[in-house]
């Protein structure tokens, strides 16, 4: 399973921004997905995930209500809509996939988000 994730770039506070993640490999349209960040200084977090399904999406506390996960089977893609973005959002943002909810074993490179106040 390979990852690719694009789309970050430098935004201002309240924007909006929309993140890609392109997977690759059989396995990947069962695995589930999702986005993890990790701020300078700081330890990686998790972000959002969804099920293999697509049908189900959990948040991190953080982004709910202003960030949406979805994934596009047919386009093998893991999306992420981020809407009225914090400085505090600003991170490497990276996409990962997995068997199962935590178990995370493959990681795609990271895409850099930077939010300005």
């Known amino acids: 399973v390979q990852l690719q994730a694009s789309g970050g770039g430098l935004v201002q506070a309240g924007d909006s921004l929309r993140l890609s993640c392109a997977y690759s490999?059989?396995?990947?349209?069962?695995?589930?997905l999702a986005w993890f960040r990790q701020a300078p200084g700081k330890e990686r977090e998790f972000v959002a995930r969804?099920?293999?399904?697509?049908?189900?999406?959990t948040y991190a506390d953080s982004v709910k209500g202003r960030f949406t996960i979805f994934r596009d089977n047919a386009k093998n893609s893991i999306n992420l809509q981020m809407n009225s973005l914090k400085s505090e959002d600003t991170a490497v943002y990276f996409c990962?996939?997995?068997?199962?909810?935590?178990?995370?074993?493959?990681w795609g490179q990271g895409t850099q988000v930077t939010v300005s106040s």
């Open positions: 490999g059989r396995a990947a349209s069962a695995y589930a």
């Open positions: 969804a099920s293999w399904r697509g049908n189900t999406a």
């Open positions: 990962a996939a997995g068997p199962a909810p935590n178990n995370w074993k493959y």
